[in-house]
């Protein structure tokens, strides 16, 4: 617990807030102001120079006063302003402030007038607040400020300290190497740099230890504080380029985010995984047993993309590994360019684009047909299927669909008995089956003999459901018409060379998986994904999980939350709740959800427990992982 007499000594400006106040004031003053925009980044660019101890405070301040031009009237507006400026993880840990008030205190370099109104709301009374004063003229503008004031002289906050005279060990807590100087001088005992708001070389290099919310100074002095685990703490790994607004929304919600913009071999991968607490991976990243082995902190795993066969979700599963995908985010972008491509190779347009790139004009009829009345086949009537069901019939196709769930046909489209039905009807068959494995050369040479004359051929599901070489020798054959391929058996890690039998052959589309490449549905995607992800380990709510028993959990309300994952077999339930009742802990809510392999089990509990219950819920046989949130 705390040392007794540990004094905390926070600075103001980008700790406290999230702004450096004199820039707010300068933004205020000087709106309207042509040279606005100017005026400000010459404010920043001294401010910094000041905060990093390049030149002396004083000149700092002054040159700053008087570019401001503020006035008296100025400063409520500004403290309302900064009141909607306090950093995130100051806000959310208000009770620390509250607690220890008596042993907090401000030392900054800022001005009284609008820190005092601000951390009164903290519990800091205007005599632990050590700051600079304001001079006014007989109009109430700032001309100056008290000279007199240690804190507006350089390395002030050395003296100030000094002058202080407090017992006991002084932590310091800043962002500037003004705060770092105290602990330099040898006056305090330790130095955090909080780095929530800003980064600061100088600072950080020097600090005893670099904060980058007041969680993590909290967890690591071991006091009380909002949430268990600070979130800087948790390891995040996007590999394959998803969408940077995966990382924004993360690293923003303070998670440790870190990006690749390829996939990794299983090899790269295994090495890579220890220590990570949330793998973000597109389609071709695979997830395997070995992989799962070497994760010693492994979570969870969000697939930003539909298909999740990359993955091993029973080892995940077994693990207590709980895996996300995005099933509808890019469902659009597939159907979109399904309809694309029908238009395309109905009107040979890229065997007519070719010809002309190559220097020939061709013009012609032939081979050229409109889609209006054209029967569409549609194998895999899911999110996919359906949707272009829709879209084909309003352009005026005839729809026929094909899968092994019985699915409600979508306006008129018709559902077929057998595959072999449908593949007989259909002037284009387009391929929208899941990935299951089961599904591999799905279609293969026997299934091509089926289809008519001429067809068209879509496969934008998955490489390994088409027997390539059959299809290649279709094509070659004139049995098809055309193709538009988005999909490969063995498609490569990263952008670069690419062989396949199906180059070179005449109307044949060939993408490069980019179906759900899109920038609207990469931006769905990385919307969905990371809510998942953050709904899951901030609450541990599993609702969409791929691999794990679903459950929507209440907000927890002044309570701690025990997550526990276990084998489901007979008696683990019994022994959770025997453990709780042995440590007289008063469960508030209590929610189980199983499937055959593993059960989770969530108990909200009163606040105040003996810490040995977390050891003996974990000793519990069976247990899978155990984790608390509060
Ligand atoms: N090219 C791309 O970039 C891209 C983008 C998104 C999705 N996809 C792929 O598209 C496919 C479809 O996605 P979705 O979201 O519509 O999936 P979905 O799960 O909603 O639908 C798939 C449908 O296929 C059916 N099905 C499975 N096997 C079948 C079989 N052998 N015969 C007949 N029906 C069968 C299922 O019953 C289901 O209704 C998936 O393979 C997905 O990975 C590719
Ligand atoms: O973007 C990807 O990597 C995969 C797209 C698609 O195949 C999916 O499964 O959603």
Redesign the pocket.
């Known amino acids: 617990m705390v040392a007794t007499g540990r004094k905390y000594v926070f600075d103001f400006d980008s700790t406290l807030t999230r702004v450096e106040a004199l820039d707010v004031l300068a933004e205020l003053t000087l709106n309207g102001k042509s040279n606005k925009e100017e005026i400000i980044k010459e404010i920043q660019e001294i401010t910094n120079l000041g905060i990093d101890g390049d030149i002396s405070f004083t000149e700092s301040l002054e040159r700053r006063i008087k570019l401001l031009n503020a006035h008296k009237d100025d400063l409520p507006i500004l403290v309302e302003e900064l009141k909607t400026k306090i950093s995130k993880s100051i806000e959310a840990n208000k009770d620390f402030f509250r607690d220890y008030a008596d042993d907090i205190y401000v030392i900054s370099c800022g001005f009284k007038e609008f820190i005092d109104p601000i951390v009164k709301e903290y519990n800091i009374p205007s005599h632990r607040v050590y700051a600079n004063t304001f001079k006014f003229d007989e109009e109430g503008k700032i001309v100056g400020f008290d000279e007199t004031n240690v804190l507006a002289m350089h390395n002030g906050k050395i003296d100030c300290l000094k002058n202080m005279n407090l017992d006991g060990e002084v932590q310091v807590i800043g962002d500037g190497y003004s705060d770092y100087v105290m602990r330099e001088a040898g006056i305090a005992h330790k130095f955090f740099a909080y780095t929530e708001n800003v980064h600061r070389e100088k600072a950080a290099k020097n600090a005893d230890y670099i904060t980058p919310n007041l969680d993590e100074f909290l967890f690591v002095n071991d006091l009380p504080r909002k949430i268990s685990y600070p979130k800087n703490r948790i390891k995040m790994l996007l590999l394959?380029n998803v969408h940077p607004d995966a990382f924004k929304s993360l690293s923003e919600a303070g998670f440790s985010v870190e990006t690749v913009n390829h996939s990794l071999t299983e090899e790269e991968l295994i090495e890579k995984i220890k220590g990570v607490h949330v793998l973000g991976?597109?389609?071709?990243t695979q997830v395997t047993k070995n992989v799962l082995e070497a994760a010693n902190k492994l979570m969870v795993v969000g697939?930003?993309?539909?298909?999740?066969t990359q993955i091993d979700l029973d080892a995940c599963k077994a693990k207590g590994v709980v895996v996300f995908?995005?099933p509808y985010?890019?469902t659009r972008s597939?159907v979109e360019l399904a309809i694309g491509e029908i238009i395309m190779l109905m009107r040979s347009v890229f065997t007519r684009s070719t010809e002309i790139h190559q220097g020939q004009w061709n013009k012609t009829a032939a081979n050229s047909r409109e889609v209006r009345g054209k029967n569409l086949g549609i194998v895999g009537y899911g999110n996919i299927g359906k949707q272009l069901s829709v879209l084909a019939e309003a352009l005026g196709m005839r729809v026929y669909y094909y899968d092994v769930n019985d699915q409600l046909a979508l306006g008129n489209a018709v559902k077929c008995n057998t595959l072999e039905d449908l593949l007989n009807i259909s002037d284009v068959v387009t391929l929208h089956i899941d990935?299951n494995k089961a599904n591999l050369n799905f279609i293969g040479e026997r299934e091509i003999n089926q289809m008519k004359n001429g067809a068209i051929f879509i496969n934008?599901?998955?490489g390994f459901v088409v027997d390539i070489p059959a299809l290649a020798n279709a094509l070659k054959s004139g049995k098809l018409a055309g193709a538009a391929i988005?999909?490969f058996p063995e498609e490569p890690r990263s952008n670069g060379e690419f062989e396949t039998e199906l180059k070179g052959l005449e109307n044949v589309i060939l993408t490069p998986?980019?179906?759900?490449?899109t920038e609207e549905?990469?931006a769905n995607?990385a919307d969905f994904v990371p809510n998942k992800i953050m709904d899951y380990m901030n609450t541990g709510n599993t609702v969409d999980a791929v691999n794990f028993p679903n459950i929507r959990l209440p907000k927890q309300n002044k309570a701690h939350r025990f997550l526990h994952i276990h084998k489901n077999v007979p008696g683990v339930m019994a022994k959770v709740n025997e453990v709780l009742a042995r440590y007289e802990l008063n469960i508030t809510g209590q929610y189980l959800s199983t499937d055959n392999e593993v059960g989770y089990v969530i108990s909200d509990v009163n606040k105040e427990y003996n810490k040995d219950v977390i050891k003996e819920l974990k000793k519990i046989e069976n247990t899978i992982k155990f984790r608390v949130l509060y």
């Not at 991976?281 to 071709?284: A, E």
């Not at 697939?303 to 999740?308: K, L, M, R, S, V």
């Not at 998986?513 to 490449?517: I, L, R």
């Open positions: 394959e991976i597109r389609s071709k697939a930003f993309c539909i298909g999740t995908n995005a985010s890019n597939v990935d934008l599901a998955r988005d999909v998986h980019v179906g759900g490449s549905a990469q995607i």
